[in-house]
């Protein structure tokens, strides 16, 4: 079962004249466990319409554009924030909630859930179940009032808007469901790279995901490393690079990655990440957790004793490798 996928070469699953979204989940990527990704294009002056999702939270990163956020959560919570290009955002399973392009050029998102197959409701199709006069009763209405509302056989999914909703200076400060991701500190920053993280401890609201926006220069290299407790899953949004892992049953892997690639690693599953160009690397990288760990070579190799490593490698050279006490992260290359 691959672990790669090209995700940029899939047609749009579901699209519209305002928009469109490519869909990665296990029905077409098998391997994805406890995870998958959507990209969402949406053209200037359209919106996702109002939706929630039943199984799974929502982790997103705005590759492009500008957008409004909008959503209503428990406990009768309400919030209206802007995002841009580099931020990430996150909605809670079961808060319903709608992105509109406010920019002028189309608006592209990537959207990771914390389920393999996530379900959606949109707010057109839930409206279609109701009669009339339910609705009027909902409402204090005659029942003749809702008889405008269209009662549409399919989801409006993305919508036209004629105007853009009005945006007011409250919009424009920081949510609790909002990250500046591009702009944090970086977790680690060296000539081989850099990494920055959304992660629980800087960004209290996420549960059951992070995210990584992690950067390789072409003197750089992920070192051989794998997660305990999470699996992660890749997109690259630019580059070149190539992908080393072992699956459990002995087969080992390895494969190039483009920009608009995906991956997938199981949990502690090993594997190397490298970049091939002179350009660097960029992987927005989800996690299934929402305090990722991982273990790397050079941390964790010299933790066992020279007589164990010499006895199953049949060789003296471990003595000679330099002892680190924590793992590097990104490894400068020689070779």
Same mark, same amino acid.
């Given at each position: 079962?691959?672990?790669?996928?090209?995700?940029?070469?899939?047609?749009?699953?579901?699209?519209?004249?305002?928009? =469109?979204?490519?869909?990665?989940?296990?029905?077409?990527?098998?391997?994805?466990?406890?995870?998958?990704?959507?990209?969402?294009? +949406?053209?200037?002056?359209?919106?996702?319409?109002?939706?929630?999702?039943?199984?799974?939270?929502? +982790?997103?990163?705005?590759?492009?554009?500008?957008?409004?956020?909008?959503?209503?959560?428990?406990?009768?919570?309400?919030?209206? &924030?802007?995002?841009?290009?580099?931020?990430?955002?996150?909605?809670?399973?079961?808060?319903?909630?709608?992105?509109?392009?406010?920019?002028?050029?189309?608006?592209?998102?990537? @959207?990771?859930?914390?389920?393999?197959?996530?379900?959606? &409701?949109? @707010?057109?199709?839930?409206?279609?179940?109701?009669?009339?006069?339910?609705?009027?009763?909902?409402?204090?209405?005659?029942?003749?009032?809702?008889?405008?509302?269209?009662?549409?056989?399919?989801?409006? &999914?993305?919508?036209?808007?004629?105007?853009?909703?009005?945006?007011?200076?409250?919009?424009?400060?920081?949510?609790?469901?909002?990250?500046?991701?591009?702009?944090?500190?970086? +977790?680690?920053?060296?000539?081989?790279?850099?990494?920055?993280?959304?992660? #629980?401890?800087?960004?209290?609201?996420?549960?059951?995901?992070?995210?990584?926006?992690?950067?390789?220069?072409?003197?750089?290299?992920?070192?051989?490393?794998?997660?305990?407790?999470?699996?992660?899953?890749?997109?690259?949004?630019?580059?070149?690079?190539?992908?080393?892992?072992?699956?459990?049953?002995?087969?080992?892997?390895?494969?190039?990655?483009?920009?608009?690639?995906?991956?997938?690693?199981?949990?502690?599953?090993?594997?190397?990440?490298?970049?091939?160009?002179?350009?660097?690397?960029?992987?927005?990288?989800? &996690?299934? #957790?929402?305090?990722?760990?991982?273990?790397?070579?050079?941390?964790?190799?010299?933790?066992?004793?020279?007589?164990? +490593?010499?006895?199953?490698?049949?060789?003296?050279?471990?003595?000679?490798?330099?002892? =680190?006490?924590?793992?590097?992260?990104?490894?400068?290359?020689?070779?």
């Amino acid at each position: 079962m691959s672990h790669h996928l090209p995700f940029s070469q899939i047609a749009p699953q579901d699209k519209s004249e305002h928009g =469109y979204r490519i869909r990665a989940s296990k029905s077409n990527f098998p391997i994805l466990q406890g995870t998958s990704l959507y990209k969402l294009v +949406l053209y200037p002056k359209s919106a996702r319409e109002p939706h929630w999702h039943a199984n799974a939270d929502e +982790l997103g990163y705005c590759l492009k554009g500008e957008l409004l956020v909008s959503l209503y959560a428990n406990h009768n919570q309400k919030e209206t &924030f802007i995002i841009s290009q580099g931020e990430a955002f996150f909605i809670p399973s079961g808060a319903m909630h709608s992105l509109e392009n406010i920019g002028k050029e189309n608006a592209e998102l990537l @959207l990771q859930f914390s389920h393999e197959e996530p379900e959606d &409701f949109e @707010l057109s199709l839930v409206f279609n179940i109701f009669s009339n006069s339910v609705l009027g009763n909902t409402w204090a209405l005659p029942s003749a009032a809702f008889e405008k509302i269209s009662r549409p056989i399919e989801k409006a &999914f993305i919508a036209g808007l004629k105007e853009s909703t009005p945006i007011s200076n409250r919009d424009r400060y920081l949510s609790i469901y909002q990250y500046a991701l591009e702009k944090s500190s970086p +977790l680690m920053v060296n000539e081989g790279g850099s990494a920055r993280a959304a992660r #629980q401890n800087v960004w209290p609201i996420l549960q059951k995901q992070a995210l990584f926006s992690l950067r390789i220069t072409e003197k750089g290299m992920r070192e051989p490393h794998w997660h305990p407790e999470t699996a992660e899953l890749g997109y690259v949004a630019s580059g070149k690079g190539k992908m080393s892992l072992l699956s459990s049953s002995g087969k080992a892997e390895s494969y190039e990655m483009n920009a608009g690639d995906l991956y997938f690693i199981p949990k502690a599953y090993p594997h190397h990440i490298e970049n091939l160009q002179s350009s660097d690397l960029h992987l927005l990288i989800f &996690f299934t #957790q929402s305090m990722p760990q991982d273990i790397g070579f050079t941390g964790s190799v010299k933790s066992f004793s020279n007589e164990i +490593l010499s006895a199953v490698f049949h060789t003296s050279l471990f003595k000679e490798l330099p002892t =680190y006490y924590e793992d590097l992260f990104i490894s400068k290359k020689l070779n």
